[in-house]
């Protein structure tokens, strides 16, 4: 058995180089805030042109959780949150009091953009 990264373990490096490199945040030094979903890395299992009543079957969902638990397991810098009974598993990075709170109000309230982030920081 190989000891490298897995497909979906390279495809949440590559979800996390995207986050990195956001043209957004060029003012910050060292790239965006980290927010990696499970429904990020469903991209491994859509089918080419796939339609909008597709949804991943158990096993995928499955085996994404797995790859995120293993890869937060080697890359002890990320950490995850949520994913209790059918709420979503996020992975953020600790570290970077953007990315906690991006995960914190992703958790409460949904869907959250950075800019409502960036508010509720600049408030308190």
Not at 19 to 41: I, K, N, Y
């Amino acid at each position: 058995m190989s000891k490298g990264l897995g497909r979906i373990e390279r495809a949440i490096l590559d979800k996390i180089a995207w986050c990195r490199a956001s043209q957004t945040f060029r003012e910050l030094e060292r790239g965006g805030p980290v927010l990696v979903r499970t429904w990020h890395l469903m991209d491994c299992y859509r089918p080419l042109g796939w339609s909008a009543d597709w949804s991943a079957e158990h096993k995928h969902r499955q085996a994404i959780t797995r790859a995120m638990h293993a890869f937060v397991s080697k890359y002890p810098e990320y950490a995850l949150t949520g994913g209790k009974g059918r709420q979503e598993l996020f992975l953020y990075e600790p570290g970077d009091p953007i990315s906690v709170r991006y995960a914190e109000m992703t958790m409460q309230n949904g869907f959250v953009s950075l800019s409502e982030v960036f508010a509720d920081m600049r408030a308190t």
